[in-house]
């Protein structure tokens, strides 16, 4: 029920949409109603059984004042123009209820139509936003292709198996509600094998709907391990060819798939069960009908056409107890994907909460809406300076770790373990050690990606903790060992995430960062696309392009994290000397497997199991001939 509040929630913003659907669907019923008492003046004049009303009543305010008004009229039509004319009448009359029944029915679809693809389209959207907000251990945990799964196909049952039936939901019960009010009117014994019919129809459905929903969420499990799958062959397509791995791959994918149709099949059994048992039913029903009321009009209690105008009555309660089952089956198999959607809406946000405090009034403080000051009318060099020195001027603290521990889930074992120490602003201070000493986690505990198990880290004086998010995280620049980039043109990529920024200052941050050469000779310069991930881009471009975008966003404090370790020599030296210009007069953490890229910073740390071991510039590690020195000699070999 939950989940479906949740859904009902969504629809609260289509109220005027839903409200004249529901008015045009409790029109169908009523016209759908209306047409049935219709047939019992038919049945009587084609059977010659008409008896005459001579008299019309004074109001009209029941069902007996309804059907003696209308019993009034065809007298009066018969004794006026004729039997063949009156009921020529008749049909009329019926043709007019049911075409106002169509009119009004496609009108409740034309007005819904909109509003179940916005609740579609407002649920992706929340899904989509939400996951951008969760914390990066979630996505540790969880895999890529079962996320996707859910953004897609889940979303998309969602959609075919709710709301598509939505209309059926608002409109059979009042047909079923005015259908049965005629026949009770009629004959409230035959009226009584339809109410035990809608019982029994009742239990065994919601009995079925129930295995149809647990059913449900095993097939959108399975879907979801099926796109996880293949969106990680994707992703390692050279490693399986150069390994040979294909059939191996394809065997795996083969039995996960099966495993999914054999699921599918049975929920599909199961679904499609619900139509033909309520049509059995009913006719079972009918039948009983057939006999029971057939001796009602033998012994002259009922009218044949009175009789026949009931089974039509209740023929009007099986097609919409029909859809109303089939309906609850769908609304049950799509509230299995909808509760593994709101399985990751429940998650919570970016496990850091943000920060309260007004925080420091720096250059950058919007966050995404970053607005860069490189100045244009200079040349390159002159230019990155001047800004350096106006929008970067050092302020008081820098960075500094205070009894730092931390640990990725309590109970596991301590990823950094007391650390304390300082980068002043405007210094460099590397990281290095051997892998899984803690380095990057270093770097992700500065913009908050994660926050201290123990201890703080101050950034000019402050709580980390003390500043918004979007503040805090505007004033870094990260460039990783893996530049992340969009399939996107060259522009979009490096204006990513910033407004306001003119064409000759992402010039000008390509020139710094030693990337406009390249793009220069692109196709369609900055308006090229890059590809996925940038596959068209060699590993030095694309590492370029990360620069440029870090150069743009001009931030106070630089985190280069590897950011030349997997590049080869003529790429790494352009890409260095562009990571050098970015460095100038700024405070910087740098993390670096090829010891020679640290040589100038003002402070080396080593760490081992998350712990310092040696600190120091690097002539002074190289004297000590600790763990550095070795380190060195060991990629001097």
Known sequence: MQSFRRLLGYMGNYRGLVAVAIVCNILTAIFTVVSIPIFQPFFNLLFEQTEPVLTAPDAIASLEDLEQYGGYKVTQWIQEQGRETALTYVCGFILLSFLLKNLFRYL??????????????????????????????????????????????DVQEVESSIL????????????????????????????????????????????????????????????????????????????????????????????????????????????????????????????????????????????????????????????PAKNFSKAWYNVQKGLGALERVEAVLDVTGEGVKDGRGEGVKGNHGGGAQVKSHLPTGESAETSFNDSVNTSSTPSDGGLKFEDVSFRYQPGERAVLQDLNFAIPTGKVVALVGASGGGKSTIADLLPRFYDPTEGRILLDGRDLRDYPLQELRSRFGIVSQEAILFNDTIYNNIVFGMEGVTEKEVEHAARVANAYDFIAASPDRFNTNIGDRGTKLSGGQRQRLTIARAVLRNPDILILDEATSALDSESERLVQEALQRLMQNRTALVIAHRLSTIQNADEIIVLDAGRIIERGTHGELLERGGAYRKLVELQEV
């Open 108 to 153: 409740a679809l034309f007005f819904m139509a909109p509003v179940r693809n916005g609740i579609i389209r407002d649920l992706r959207n929340e899904l989509y936003t939400h996951l951008l907000g969760l914390r990066l251990g979630y996505f540790t945990e969880e895999r890529k292709g079962n996320l996707l799964s859910r953004i897609t196909s």
């Open 164 to 319: 598509n039936v939505l209309e059926a939901i608002f409109r059979e019960p009042f047909i079923i509600i005015g259908s049965l009010t005629f026949m009770i009117f009629v004959s409230p014994s035959l009226t009584l094998f339809v109410f035990g019919l809608m019982v029994f129809t009742g239990v065994v459905i919601g009995g079925l709907g129930k295995r149809l929903k647990r059913s449900s969420g095993v097939v959108q499990d399975k879907l979801g391990d099926i796109v996880s799958r293949t969106e990680e062959s994707l992703g390692g397509l050279r490693i399986i060819k150069s390994f040979g791995a294909e059939r191996y791959q394809s065997g795996r994918f083969a039995e996960l798939n099966d495993t999914y149709r054999y699921s599918l099949t049975r929920l599909l059994w199961r679904r499609d069960l619900s139509s033909p048992l309520t049509e059995f039913l009913g006719i079972a029903t009918v039948a009983v009908l057939l006999l029971y009321g057939s001796r009602q009009v033998f012994a002259g209690t009922m009218e044949a056409g009175t009789f026949i105008a009931f089974i039509f009555a209740f023929y009007m309660v099986i097609d």
